[in-house]
């Protein structure tokens, strides 16, 4: 079984900076492909920021690109999520997937962590 855990959240003041971290456990034989999602009160999940098992392939929401950065951690299965000049609608609970296959959408992703809120205050 994989074990996905986030933690880095918490209160920042719009235009300031905060780092996620989230690490993946279990099946250390394996790589994975990981990526953050977030969810807002009553709406649907969304990507972030995803990034493949090597580090060379990423992608980004049209709302974070420019702001936020996701990269790979020297640990096997760690990323993070640098996240600069926040914003209050960035305010959300962002949650850590991994899988064995990259993809860009939530629904390709076995492997989730419990969440971690963000809030943005303005």
């Known amino acids: 079984q994989v074990q996905v855990v986030e933690s880095g959240g918490g209160l920042v003041q719009a235009g300031g900076s905060l780092r996620l971290s989230c690490a993946a456990s279990g099946r250390t034989t394996d790589t994975y492909a990981m990526g953050w999602f977030r969810q807002a009160p009553g709406k649907e999940r969304e990507l972030v920021a995803v990034?493949?098992?090597?580090?060379?392939?990423?992608y980004y929401a049209d709302s974070v690109k420019g702001r936020f950065t996701i990269s790979r951690g020297d640990a096997k299965n760690t990323v993070y999520l640098q996240m600069n000049m926040v914003k209050p609608e960035d305010t959300s609970v962002y949650y850590c997937?991994?899988?064995?296959?990259?993809?860009?959408?939530?629904?390709?992703?076995?492997?989730w962590g419990q969440g971690t809120q963000v809030t943005v205050s303005s």
């Open positions: 990034i493949s098992q090597s580090g060379g392939q990423t």
């Open positions: 997937a991994a899988d064995l296959l990259w993809s860009d959408y939530a629904a390709g992703y076995d492997y």
